[in-house]
């Protein structure tokens, strides 16, 4: 039974088909390099994109999964947290389009359909959740970065979450410090992937704190303090390098030891991560060998499932529509702020 799955929430248009667990088309419209030269999203341009994205990107993945709107079973969207007027967009579209098909409509929590996308998988994807175990789960983005205890299946307990900068806004930040252009973390972790992480010296913020919360704005100001005493090390290419390698390399021992630590406490045997810093190639080969190490299995999400996109919205409202979670109203407004785990009505949202 096709389910029609669209996410607005930040600077990604994106639209999926799924059905019985399977992604049968997944397009996502990226407004990367639209941003880019502001160096950061731009709320009122993110809008007028989604404006703009939405109906051909619906229309790409209808046609790609072989369904007609008429054939649709549901309409999903992210109705919380994201940017206010990005989110409209979305919402307001998908449950425009459910009220017109009389199909039920469901909107749910961006976070929580980022712990769902480490479990889809194969070509086509297709959700394993027969595999499924409870397991700590790191998200970790532009925009997040948390710990999530899944106790089970739309079962979950945020542990701990940023203080203040979120582990891709570090990324970001201190590669705007080296002259990189945003978003720097990717271009952070090619340059870092030639460089020797213990050239410099980077603190490593609350590793050994008690308490399952990060903070990375300190780490960005000791590399501004670093780059003020010494401004030539990110001129000469090889020294550009090591600083990405030793500035990666701090963020990563952080989310990758209180990952483990969290999973271990708790007695897990599985570990998950996604998100966009997911893509790190350093954090997945780190995630990797800890987990190893500490006897845990490790999921995490395919590299086009890390960043933001509609089939983890789609998977998890098909998930919750199975398990008799009832329809969202269309006249629901949208949640900006949903803390994960709260329910939609907060008065805090
Ligand atoms: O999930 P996402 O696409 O959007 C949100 O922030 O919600 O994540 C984007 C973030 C950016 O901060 C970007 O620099 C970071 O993910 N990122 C990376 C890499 N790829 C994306 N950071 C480090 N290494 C990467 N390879
Ligand atoms: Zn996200």
């Known amino acids: 039974m096709p389910l029609l799955a669209i996410e607005t929430s930040c600077d990604e248009t994106s639209a999926a088909v799924v059905a019985g667990g399977r992604v049968l088309a997944n397009v996502v419209a990226s407004q990367i390099k639209l941003h880019a030269e502001y160096g950061g999203v731009v709320p009122e341009l993110a809008t007028r994109e989604h404006l703009k994205n939405f109906p051909p990107v619906a229309r790409a993945a209808l046609r790609e999964a072989g369904v007609d709107a008429d054939q649709l079973e549901a309409v999903a969207a992210t109705q919380g947290p994201g940017l206010p007027q990005a ?196 954090l997945r080969r780190d995630l990797a060998t800890a987990c190893a190490r500490a006897g845990l299995e490790l999921r995490l999400a395919e590299k086009t499932l890390c960043t933001d996109n509609a089939a983890m919205i789609g998977i998890l409202a098909e998930r919750k529509l199975a398990a008799g979670v009832a329809a969202t109203p269309f006249d629901a407004e949208i949640a900006p702020s949903w803390a994960l785990g709260a329910p939609v009505s907060d008065p805090a949202r």
């Open 87 to 282: 989110l409209m967009i979305g919402c307001q579209a998908a449950q425009a389009l459910a009220f017109a098909l009389r199909k039920p409509f469901l909107g749910v929590n961006h976070h929580e359909a980022h712990l769902y996308s480490p479990w889809i998988f194969g070509t086509p994807p297709a959700a394993d959740f027969g595999a499924f175990q409870p397991n700590v789960s790191l998200i970790v983005s532009g925009g997040h970065t948390m710990l999530v205890h899944v106790e089970a299946e739309l079962r979950h307990r945020v542990l701990g979450a940023t203080l203040d900068d979120a582990a891709g806004e570090c990324f970001d930040k201190t590669a705007k410090l080296m002259g990189l252009l945003y978003p720097g973390g990717p271009e952070l972790d090619r340059l870092a992937g030639e460089g020797n992480a213990a050239a410099f010296d980077f603190p490593r913020p609350m590793l050994h704190e008690p308490g399952d919360d990060f903070s990375f704005s300190g780490l960005k100001t000791s590399v501004r303090y670093f780059l003020q005493k010494n401004p030539a090390r990110a001129d000469d290419p090889q020294q550009l390098r090591d600083l990405c390698a030793s500035v990666q390399a701090a963020i990563v021992e952080v989310l990758v030891g209180k990952t483990v630590r969290a999973a271990k406490r708790l007695g897990m045997r599985c570990v998950t991560a996604s998100g966009g810093v997911t893509c790190n190639r350093a």
